[in-house]
């Protein structure tokens, strides 16, 4: 059995563990039914539709049928923009408000692309900016500072 496929085969083992570790984290809550779902029902069969997907998908990596391909270098630049943004976005959201603080998640993580392009990232700011207030504000009614707290709202 030959692995055709690398980066199926890693794909498939991380979506195995990470189902499996969702699933086993799960089954610790009271499970119910699925007429009267308790709190670890939906994540455990999450984390097993999951950990299925991971096992296809690692079977499809030495299929015979399977394009061979590579993993290319291992690229921290690009985790440690998306994990930093995401972590900026957490110091920023009380002092900037959800508006500017979504606006440079946004802008920050984009960085981390291979075609970075000012135009789109700021388009795609501000489209997430305002699908936060519908979803979120509107939709939901939850309670966000929106505006940073020094304009006194």
């Not at 995401?86 to 002092?95: R, S, T």
Request: glycine share 12%.
């Amino acid at each position: 059995m030959r692995i055709r496929s690398k980066q199926d085969l890693w794909s498939g083992i991380m979506f195995l563990g990470v189902g499996v570790f969702f699933a086993w984290g799960a089954s610790s809550y009271q499970m119910g039914t699925a007429a009267r779902m308790g709190p670890g029902y939906f994540p455990f069969w999450l984390g097993v539709v999951l950990a299925l997907l991971g096992v296809i998908i690692t079977l499809t990596a030495v299929a015979p049928n399977t394009e061979d391909s590579e993993i290319d270098k291992f690229d921290w630049r690009i985790v440690g923009l998306v994990v930093g943004s995401v972590i900026l976005y957490g110091v920023l959201l009380e002092p900037l408000g959800v508006y500017l603080s979504t606006f440079i998640l946004v802008v920050v993580s984009s960085l981390a692309g291979h075609d970075f392009n000012w135009k789109v990232s700021v388009a795609n700011g501000i489209f997430l900016v305002v699908f936060s207030y519908l979803a979120f504000v509107k939709g939901l009614g939850l309670i966000f500072p929106l505006w940073p707290s020094f304009l006194g709202n």
